[in-house]
């Protein structure tokens, strides 16, 4: 088995090291012949670094003039290709990460770049403002080498999204960054290619007419897949790495000892799968693949990178049923595209920073082009429950601790009538504590949701909407140390005769009941549940509800 690229993000590094490499050379190729200026969102450590990379290595041309002219490209798709390997061209790379935290820390750190660029050039690049510091860069290089500039800029928006937190930073950096990039577009006579990759487009949009000349690749179905793994990659480039997984984690008693290369797979797609941006085109976080290979287990890698939880909780603020009413709803592809410094919309945030992706692309004559999103993965998705749980009882001032003993007593006991009783006071109390306001939407899912939020609160092992061979059940909960099941169906009524609200509750609580039984919601936990209860919950409009065991 190659070695695991962990933590590596140069191409050479790689090439030269004998690690794994997933192969993007044809999208490289396809850029490079078919185009000159290029900008690309994907969310943070998703290899847009090494795609940079890997535009510096060809354009740098071979490192051993006594090799293969393809040189570090030798045996990749791009060396079947006419590429012309032995031209050099000049390259400036600019990574726009790091500390920014004031617009004279961005100052100096540009500076002292485009400084450090112009010493190993002996270029004299003195000037009164940065943005001609990277004019007369760009320029010298041209005429000393007789042949136009590549530009990459990595983390574009980097020194804004950094600092939203402190919009007068934000907004400083902003105005330095509008000037800076602006002599892309005045070099454009000495640049032979420009490739600018970032996180979000609010900044792309607002920060200056100096990029708006730019080919957004971010939603084009051609370089779907130009980060991330697809299925197809896995099995092509992890075919060691998924036998060695498989035996090693049926050896310790992880996985089933029965499961197959087809079950693993369908597993890690599942954690970390499901990324698109094209809606057809899916692909697998590439941090979180090369993790769980290295350390053979199932956790949340990218999303424990950076403060996933400061952030979500930030975006949602006072309102945590954002993050229900996005999902699967239709948004246009400008209300993406367009925001301003300090008031970027939560939906163009959660989807440009990877907790939503796209479900499917729309295009109409007269609305334009429409995109439905959607949580990408369990890994999100578990992320996202936490984040709703803890703001929904941050608002309502209450523990769920408080009623769990109680609760678990009964499971143990397998006493219904003790559940229906905790479950029918409990969700009715919870959904009368709930302002006015969030009942504007309400539907089946939103309650599914909050009482998703209660169980998950308590700490036990709760999974939403898990797949059955004829359907999907709403809630399973688990104590694993007890074997302990329940199987949880929501039927919920709009509008209800206040006369007949007993009757209409009883009547949806035990649907909800023959729907787990009729499609067999239970049986995936037969074989490994000591005790097994079935729960169905009727709720009626603005919260009133009633639950039955079985």
């Known amino acids: 088995m190659k070695l695991l690229p962990i933590s590596l993000q140069t191409f050479q590094d790689i090439i030269e090291g004998g690690y794994l490499y997933v192969d993007k050379t044809k999208f490289v190729y396809e850029a490079v012949s078919q185009g000159k200026a290029y900008f690309l969102s994907r969310p943070r450590r998703f290899g847009k ?3 940079l990379s890997t535009f510096e290595a060809l354009f740098n041309g071979p490192t051993n003039p006594n090799g293969p002219p393809q040189g570090l490209f030798a045996g990749l798709w791009i060396s079947q290709t006419d590429y012309d390997f032995t031209k050099r061209y ?55 080498y007789g042949t136009r500039v590549v530009v990459l800029i990595d983390e574009y928006d980097a020194p804004v999204s950094d600092n939203l937190a402190n919009i007068k930073v934000a907004k400083a950096n902003h105005d330095i960054l509008r000037y800076f990039y602006s002599v892309l577009k005045s070099c454009d006579r000495y640049l032979h290619f420009v490739f600018v990759t970032g996180v979000t487009s609010y900044a792309f949009m607002g920060i200056s007419s100096g990029l708006n000349h730019l080919n957004d690749l971010t939603l084009n179905n051609k370089f779907a897949g130009v980060c991330g793994f697809t299925i197809d990659e896995c099995d092509d480039c992890f075919k060691e790495w998924l036998s060695y997984c498989l035996k090693t984690l049926t050896i310790e008693g992880r996985i089933a000892p029965n499961s197959t290369l087809a079950d693993l797979r369908s597993r890690m797609f599942n954690w970390y799968g499901g990324y698109s941006w094209d809606g057809k085109t899916r692909v697998l976080n590439p941090i979180d693949i090369l993790n769980f290979f290295n350390k053979l287990r199932f956790s949340n890698y990218w999303a424990d990178s950076y403060p996933s939880v400061a952030f979500l909780s930030n975006m949602v603020g006072d309102d945590p049923f954002v993050l229900v009413d996005v999902e699967y709803k239709r948004v246009s592809h400008t209300s993406l595209a367009m925001a301003e410094v300090g008031a970027l919309e939560t939906v163009p945030a959660l989807f440009y920073t990877g907790y939503l992706t796209v479900d499917k692309i729309f295009h109409d004559l007269y609305y334009g082009t429409t995109l439905s999103l959607k949580v990408p993965n369990l890994e999100i998705q578990r992320l996202s429950d936490k984040v709703f749980s803890d703001s929904i009882f941050k608002i309502l001032a209450y523990n769920p601790q408080s009623e769990s003993q109680a609760l678990e007593r009964a499971f143990v006991a397998r006493d219904g009538p003790k559940i229906t009783e905790i479950f029918t006071s409990l969700f009715t109390s919870l959904f009368a504590s709930l302002a006015a ?7 089946e899912s939103f309650y599914h949701r909050l009482i998703f939020a209660y169980l998950f609160k308590l700490g036990r092992l709760v999974f939403s909407e898990q797949p059955v061979a004829i359907g999907m059940s709403d809630i399973v909960f688990n104590w694993p140390k007890k074997a302990l099941y329940a199987i949880i169906e929501v039927k919920y009524e709009s509008t209800v005769d206040d006369t007949n609200i007993e009757e209409k509750l009883t009547q949806l609580a035990q649907k909800a009941l023959k729907t787990i039984d009729t499609k067999d919601y239970w049986h995936p936990y037969k074989a490994q549940a000591k005790t097994l209860i079935k729960i169905g919950i009727g709720v009626v409009s603005r919260g009133r509800c009633l639950a039955l065991t079985d």
């Not at 306001?437 to 539907?443: F, L, S």
């Open 49 to 51: 670094t090494l795609l």
């Open 90 to 144: 000049p390259v400036v790379n600019l990574d726009m990460s790091g500390k920014s935290d004031s617009p004279e820390t961005l100052e100096q750190r540009l500076k002292d770049r485009l400084l450090t660029y112009a010493s190993l050039e002996n270029l004299d690049i003195s000037a009164y403002s940065l943005d001609m510091m990277l004019y007369n860069l760009i320029e010298g290089l041209n005429y000393k």
């Open 437 to 443: 306001i969030h009942y504007q939407d309400e539907n």
